[in-house]
């Protein structure tokens, strides 16, 4: 069969026993015969006529019944059914709707209008529209939607339109409507395309408010949480990679288009790619040897610092071995894979009182063997490489495969930390009408990153405890909490209006910067729904006699991710392809200090941040100025750009009431 090349096609064939194959064949077969608007009917239709036994089915049942749910999610994820004679079905997906915004919003609206199933939250919205009275006045949300006729006259009398100032939610009760500030944010978060799922780990949630409006109405909102480990363009950014190594250890360049005419072609000319060096020979060998030296000490630093933070005692390993041998490092290895069977069923401590105890429970003994085998190994491959000369050192271990492997420990190590403490990724990030028409999506993007939300994370998390670290080292540790780094990714892969061309000025020599690093089409689950995962837990409880995903510290990052990866596979789907989301992305950055990168790579303990982070005038002066450059830069234009009053005038609150949006 010829794919199309803007076409993606996977064949979906779940691994069942004998009678769910024939089954499924024979739901196969109907699909064929149907209609292609009835063709998800059938799927429901089958997964109906199970759903009264189901607690009761068998690991075999439960496949067939995850397949069909699987399915059927996939089809609403844009995935198309094309049913074979033989049998066989085959999912084909068109890529050339990839980049349009109304086609992904379909793609998210399933699961956002899901989440509305659930009675609780059905009532928490119930509760926010209805009117109550308040310090003797009748309050609902309505009063924390943007007024735009006010909007109307303050532009048309040339006063200031907004007056915005930044909230952090933190469970306390607004004075004006008395509302939670929790609650205010979890409402206008309920109106994004994207659905609301909670996020373990650290977070901040901010509000952004407008002072000249007598409730405060809500400009905006965003959040704050925990990076991911891995993103393949970031991290080549930073330098975390062996590609990176590698492209550092390179002579620099530049590549030039240009045009040059033919000789006897009567002045035809032809395009031509030249290459042009930016540092002479001797500039490219003095810059890699001091790179090399820098960069195999903080690679050494990196493996002992992550060394020392493991607790050993009980692993047989004498700390202050320079060699480690390929029979402590094979023995290691042995003990993580007996421990592994048994981490099943794991429970999370409610209040740690010996972390010597905790690091000691089988889920963090098997994580403590894997981890100091693995940095072992690479110490090992660093003594067998060690030379005098640093250049020749990392030279030789970027050309072997044993030698990447150890450098990317050794990167991993350090990335690992800093990913944990000093970087967040901005998860939520936007404008509630009627002030995204004022560009004030470009003013919440600005204050993600403002003095003030930098001085918030590092109260907040500067004396808390490492969980995972503390249960790695048997002992309690805290991490330096300095925020360097924030993290995003636009939804669409046009990119974001809110993030482009966003250089805000700070100080005399650096400017905050919002920088493209490249584009990801990247993984996620958001797109499978509750019960979905519900059915994938129970046949993975079965296959290995308990649960080894139970969202406690230890067992991996991003558990709803392992879930359903392991689900698929359980059930013979292949997770690669499903899992992706074949929709270009944008990935950007924002670095928070001018010595960002080299804090990041380990080539400095200090950020040096353009204010004084320990005074609190000095942050809010600095806040202030940001939202004060926004208002020139972007606000004021904006009011000449457009017909702002014409758009004012066509928004009613009505239209943002989470009821009227589901």
């Known amino acids: 069969m010829a794919i199309e090349a803007n076409e993606i096609s996977e064949i ?8 769910y194959q024939q089954q499924f064949q024979r739901l196969v077969l109907q699909i064929r015969e149907a209609f292609p608007n009835y063709m998800n009917s059938l799927i429901t239709q089958e997964i109906a006529a199970d759903e009264e036994i189901e607690a009761e089915m068998d690991s075999e049942r439960l496949k067939y019944i995850a397949a069909l749910r699987v399915l059927y999610d996939l089809t609403l994820q844009g995935w198309q059914l094309d049913p074979q004679a033989d049998g066989t079905l085959r999912l084909t997906m068109h890529t050339e709707n990839s980049n349009d915004k ?5 793609r998210l609206s399933s699961e956002r209008r899901a989440q509305f199933n659930n009675p609780s939250i059905m009532r928490f919205v119930e509760k926010m529209e209805r009117p109550k009275a308040y310090h003797g006045r009748q309050i609902s949300i309505r009063n924390l939607i943007g007024d735009s006729n006010q909007l109307i006259q303050a532009i048309q009398a ?11 939610v933190a469970h306390s009760i607004d004075e004006r409507t008395g509302y939670r500030d929790t609650d205010i944010w979890r409402y206008f978060r309920y109106t994004w395309s994207i659905p609301y799922k909670t996020m373990p780990g650290r977070n901040l949630f901010y509000l952004v408010r407008d002072r000249s409006q007598e409730f405060h109405p809500v400009i905006g909102i965003f959040a704050l949480g925990n990076s991911v480990l891995n993103l393949t363009v970031r991290d080549n950014e930073i330098g975390w990679t062996v590609e990176a190594i590698r492209a550092n250890l390179e002579r620099k360049t530049s590549e030039e288009i240009c045009s040059q005419t033919v000789s006897q072609t009567n002045g035809q000319a ?3 790619r030249r290459i042009r060096y930016l540092e002479t020979e001797q500039e490219h060998g003095e810059r890699i040897a001091t790179y090399a030296q820098q960069t195999i000490t903080v ?3 990196n493996l002992k610092r992550a060394i020392d933070d493991i607790y050993v005692k009980d692993l047989d390993y004498h700390r202050n071995t320079k060699y480690p041998t390929e029979e402590t490092i094979q023995r290691l290895h042995l003990m993580y894979e007996g421990l592994r069977i048994l981490a099943i069923n794991n429970k999370k401590t409610a209040k740690v009182t010996d972390w010597e105890i905790e690091t000691k429970e089988i889920l963090f003994k098997k994580k403590r063997a894997s981890e100091l085998s693995k940095l072992l190994d690479a110490m090992r491959c660093f003594n067998e490489y060690k030379s005098e000369d640093s250049l020749n050192w990392l030279t030789s271990m970027v050309k072997c495969e044993y030698g990447r492997k150890a450098i990317n420990i050794a990167l991993v190590a350090n990335r690992k930390t800093k990913i944990g403490s000093n970087m967040m990724e901005i998860i939520v990030c936007g404008a509630i009408p009627p ?6 999506g470009k003013l919440v993007s600005i204050l993600a990153c403002s003095p003030t939300v930098i001085r918030d994370y590092t109260e907040r998390y500067s004396n808390q405890t490492s969980e995972i670290a503390s249960r790695m080292k048997g002992k309690r540790v805290v991490r330096d909490s300095r925020l360097a780094f924030l993290g995003t990714t636009s939804l669409y892969a046009l990119g974001s209006s809110q993030y482009n061309r966003i250089k805000l000025p700070i100080s005399n020599n650096f400017s905050l910067q919002y920088k493209k690093m490249g584009i990801t089409e990247g993984y996620g689950t958001v797109y499978f729904s509750k019960e979905t995962t519900n059915t994938m837990m129970r046949i993975l409880e079965l296959q290995d006699g308990g649960r080894k995903i139970n969202n406690v510290f230890g067992e991996g990052t991003s558990p709803r991710f392992r879930l359903i990866s392991r689900g698929l596979g359980a059930i013979g789907i292949k997770a690669d392809a499903f899992l992706q989301h074949y929709s270009p992305r944008i990935v950007y950055s924002m670095e928070l200090a001018p010595n960002t ?9 200090e950020l040096d941040y353009p204010f ?16 004060d450059y926004w208002y020139e830069r972007w606000m004021c234009t904006r009011l000449h750009t457009v017909d702002i009053i014409q758009r004012l005038g066509a928004f009613t609150w009505e239209s943002i009431l989470v009821s009227n949006t589901r």
């Open 12 to 19: 979906f064939a779940p691994a069942l026993n004998d009678e």
């Open 102 to 106: 109304a086609y992904i919003r379909h």
């Open 158 to 168: 040339g006063n200031r339109v907004i007056d915005p100032y930044i909230q952090l």
């Open 270 to 272: 032809v395009t031509a």
């Open 299 to 301: 690679l050494l630093r």
């Open 435 to 440: 002030y995204n028409e004022l560009l004030c």
């Open 597 to 605: 990168n080299d804090f990041l790579l380990g080539y400095t303990d």
């Open 612 to 627: 004084d982070i320990t005074s609190n005038e000095d942050v809010l002066a600095k806040t202030q100025e940001m939202i």
